[in-house]
């Protein structure tokens, strides 16, 4: 069983999107090109490939959990592109000797993988020029609001003050800029950039979030999920009414080329 499962159909409902500027620097990179091959790793449920189809000719989607995967395939199903889904761990994906990629995107899933390992493997599978995107933006767990704060001190609570990182998992940090792991690879010509985005949530777009993670699935909280879900509800209600539930949210995008 995957830290994943369970997650899926929150994961697809309720993550936030790409940030459209985000979706336009990696467009750009391959703009011009006939030929532009996305290569996603960690897809979760397709949201990069949904966001980029317009922009490719062909996507290959990897990712491990196939529940992920089935969510990605109903949201890939009927673009006007080649899509090929990949049920595989990034570190173990094998495309066909002549296959490249001119784009490869890996959003929100980095610090699940062993980046080295990807990386090195990448060399092979991609174009003399192609772009390494590996993009992130925190979770409700990292914002820092009165909310945010309310609302983790809740799930310590209930889960203890160490971030879960799904059932009998404790979260690893990761302590070492995405730059600097770019870098040392073979695509160490490296740019960072930086979207600001300002989320508006609801209680019921939180709660889904909530479980759409793997610091609060609903696996975690056993048979007190129901009287989680209630105090949950009734704290997002009572910041709701004084102020709302905003979250100031920084999108980052570091981009990595063969030096």
């Known amino acids: 069983m995957s830290q994943f499962d369970t997650t899926a159909p929150y994961y697809a409902a309720y993550r936030p999107g790409i940030p459209t500027e985000a979706v336009e620097l990696l467009a750009r990179r391959v703009a011009g090109k006939e ?22 000719t062909e996507i290959d989607v990897v990712e491990q959990d196939a529940g992920m ?19 595989a761990p990034a570190e173990a994906f094998t495309p066909p000797a002549s296959y490249r990629a001119d784009l490869v995107t890996v959003c929100r899933a980095f610090h699940w993988m062993d980046q080295n390992v990807v990386l090195s493997r990448l060399e092979d599978m991609t174009a003399p020029d192609a772009t390494v995107a590996v993009m992130g933006d925190g979770s409700l767990w990292t914002a820092r609001t009165a909310w945010t704060d309310a609302l983790r001190a809740l799930i310590q609570e209930y889960l203890g003050e160490e971030r879960r990182a799904g059932v009998g998992k404790k979260y690893a940090t990761h ?34 979030y909530l479980y759409s993670t793997s610091f609060a699935a609903r696996p975690l909280f056993g048979e007190r999920v129901d009287d989680f879900e209630r105090r949950a ?26 030096g």
């Open 35 to 56: 030929h532009r091959a996305l290569l996603d790793l960690g897809s979760g449920t397709g949201q990069v490939p949904l966001a980029l189809a317009g922009a490719m």
């Open 69 to 87: 995967l089935a969510e990605a395939d109903k949201a890939l199903t009927g673009l006007p592109v080649t899509v090929r889904l990949h049920n």
């Open 175 to 208: 302590n070492r800029p995405y730059c600097d792991i770019l870098a040392e690879s073979a695509f160490s010509k490296v740019e960072e950039h930086t979207v600001t985005v300002e989320r508006e949530w609801t209680t019921e777009t939180v709660i889904g």
């Open 233 to 258: 509800r009734a704290l997002l209600d009572e910041h709701t009414a004084v102020g709302g539930l905003i979250e100031p949210a920084s999108f980052q995008i570091v981009l990595g080329q063969r």
